[in-house]
């Protein structure tokens, strides 16, 4: 029996299929508030996950004078403060699906024309940010995919090739020296801006296309825990084939005995990444690693692993809540500090970029490992005993 006020999603239609999602967090009493990044940073109710999901909501019913443009605009707004990290769907009790369910009300919001500026900028913007990250990629390695006999792919990700170039030659040094021959670079981009931006169907296509370029290598390794997230988990759900993932940092994990140690790093602090700690499940490879590199097991933050909180620098949070977002950098930043400082280390390059940006020198794994491999052994497999314990399993969430 319906409930008396339920009214079809007459404003935004194509949410039909969240109604479930948007009605768990909308009659929820908020208990993952805490959690949230945007929130915790901009103390707001309506960017708090309850918010957030309960303002599409009332926006997909037509809750809201469609003469209100500006009041739409508001409602649809929020679907885009969010950096789809994860942390209100871990803490929930029915681990609703925020993030994906957010993504969805971009998509929506932009066909009705909602979608803020920062959002519409980088889907106009797209093809070239792609074209870029391609000739970073060639400048890095001149070969075309496909040209020559390697067996293995490396995808960095865009946001290493266009924000953090010297990590990603580092990545294709550590690469070939640990599978040991030849690796090529792949370019371009999986498609995840198109998904935060709100072009859900024209990230399926081009996550598609990128598959494609990958097809012909046997084994795929991936820097980036996005787009690794992306054609790990997300790829299969929309019917995508890719071949084998495996992250880099998970090859290292396996092949400690070619890492040298390096003395000289000091105490160092690990920030997990929301994509590769809750989205993908992977802990204990970047410690082992990190324990290996310097001889003692990583400080941690007092939120870590499962629990870690966002650097604020996902989701397209920078370019739609600029502010926010440098907000959600600094706590992370004061959090180091009361934690001791020491070097803080990551492996995500939208964090990476983040914490340098407020002043913080920090190091992505990829730099330690490149210098770790120039002076380690450079074998391709593990000696006996001396692996990790073996990549985490991976726990996807859905797109």
């Known amino acids: 029996m319906a409930r008396p006020d339920d009214r079809a999603f ?20 908020k208990l993952c508030r805490t959690v949230c990044p945007v929130s915790n940073a901009e103390p707001r109710e309506s960017l708090t996950p309850w918010g957030k999901m309960s303002s599409v909501y009332h926006l997909a019913r037509g809750d809201v004078s469609q003469g209100e443009r500006e009041g739409e605009s508001g409602f649809a707004e929020v679907a885009f403060a969010c950096t789809n990290c994860g942390a209100c769907a871990n803490a929930c009790d029915h681990q609703n699906p925020v993030g994906p369910t957010l993504n969805l009300a971009r998509d929506a919001a932009r066909k009705a024309g909602l979608a803020p500026e920062g959002a519409t900028r980088v889907l106009a913007g797209f093809a070239a940010h792609a074209a870029d990250s391609e000739l970073r990629a060639r400048s890095l390695d ?13 995808v960095v990700g865009c946001a290493y090739l266009r924000g953090a170039e010297p990590e990603a030659l580092a990545a294709l040094q550590v690469a070939r020296a640990l599978v040991g021959e030849d690796v090529v670079l792949v370019g371009g981009c999986c498609g995840l801006p198109l998904l935060h931006a709100g072009d859900d169907e024209g990230f399926t296509s081009n996550l598609r296309a990128f598959a494609e370029r990958l097809a012909p290598y046997s084994d795929v390794l991936v820097v980036d825990a996005g787009c690794a997230r992306a054609l790990r988990a997300i790829a299969p759900l ?50 082992a690693v990190l324990t290996r590199l310097t001889g003692s097991a990583p400080q941690e933050f007092d939120r870590r692993r499962d629990g870690a909180a966002c650097s604020g620098a996902g989701g397209l949070l920078p370019i739609t809540f600029p502010e926010v977002a440098r907000a959600a950098t600094r706590d992370r930043l004061a959090e180091h500090t009361r934690g001791g400082g020491g070097t803080l280390v990551t492996a995500c390059a939208s964090s990476l970029r983040a914490f340098r940006a407020a ?41």
Request: glycine share 8%; proline share 14%.
């Open 10 to 29: 007459v404003r935004l239609p194509t949410l039909a299929s969240a109604q479930a999602e948007l009605e768990t967090c909308t009659f929820c009493p």
């Open 142 to 154: 001149p070969r075309e995919p496909g040209t020559n006999r390697s067996r293995t792919a490396l």
């Open 238 to 287: 929309r019917g995508v084939p890719t071949p084998p993932i495996e992250l880099l940092v998970e090859r290292a994990a396996t092949s400690l005995h070619a890492l040298a140690p390096l003395p000289d790093v000091g105490p160092a602090r690990f920030h997990d990444p929301c994509q590769l700690g809750r989205g993908l499940g992977v802990y204990e490879a970047p410690r």
């Open 359 to 399: 002043g913080e020198p920090a190091v992505d794994l990829v730099s330690l490992l490149a210098r770790a491999v120039a002076s380690g052994t450079t074998l391709a497999t593990a000696a006996p005993g001396d692996e990790a314990d073996g990549p985490d399993e991976p726990k996807p969430r859905q797109a």
